[in-house]
């Protein structure tokens, strides 16, 4: 699938890179200039959010829950939106967190969609493969325990769960992405990992 405007590509999402994340060789420029740039009309900066975010966005949309294809496909339009909209994004905000609020929009909008349809399956047999970073040290199977156990979360949970501990977000870019505030998104994270504790230990 090629992401044609930045002449960058997305098509290789494939089973064979489980837990394998590339490592992009991106502009040594910040976010925001970029996003500064994009908006003054450079759309081939957008490049540079691509390859420094697309890996991430689109384990977001898999660990939430959606198939791989239907990932790959949000990960794209995500990124369409946001030259699309760049003319709404204010200069002095985090574009991290921008990324993150048209991700859940994204999400949220898509699941609406599928859920009137009357199609909506998330359970844990149909949880697909993730990239992830290679990690050594733990059985496979603790894996898809893990993943078992985080599909029984409700949404509002997984989404905590995958936006700090896979996202690798701080409580105040939650904070920012959620409009909540950092006491109750501490709070809400805490609950979160104690039910995923409670469902992992508890698997046959």
């Known amino acids: 699938m090629l ?6 590509t997305i098509y290789n999402f494939t089973s064979n890179q489980y837990r394998k994340q590339k490592i ?12 500064q740039n994009v ?3 450079k759309i081939a900066e957008m490049s540079v959010l691509f390859e420094r975010y697309h890996l991430k966005l689109y384990n977001f949309f898999v660990k939430m829950g959606l198939p791989k294809d239907i990932s790959q496909d949000m990960t ?11 003319h709404s994004f204010k200069e002095g905000n985090s574009v991290k967190s921008w990324i993150y609020q048209i991700a859940r ?9 599928i859920r009137k349809a009357g199609d909506l399956i998330m359970n844990a047999e149909s949880c697909p493969d993730i990239i ?16 078992r156990a985080i599909m029984s979360l409700s949404d509002a949970q997984r989404e905590l769960i995958v936006l700090s501990r896979y996202q690798g977000l701080k409580y105040e870019e939650i904070s920012s992405i959620t ?19 409670t469902v992992f230990v508890t698997q046959n």
């Not at 992009?24 to 996003?35: G, H, L, P, Q, T």
């Open 179 to 197: 409009n909540q505030s950092v006491s109750a998104i501490k709070v809400g994270i805490h609950r979160a990992l104690r039910q995923l504790r």
């Open 3 to 8: 992401f044609s405007s930045f002449n960058v």
């Open 105 to 113: 929009n994204l999400h949220a909008d898509y699941c609406k969609q």
């Open 132 to 147: 992830m970073p290679e990690t050594d040290g733990f059985p496979e199977e603790d894996y898809e325990k893990l993943d």
């Open 76 to 86: 794209q339009n995500l990124f369409y939106r946001m030259i699309k909209y760049r």
């Open 24 to 35: 992009a060789i991106v502009e040594n420029i910040s976010d925001e200039i970029a996003m």
């Open 39 to 41: 908006k003054a009309g």
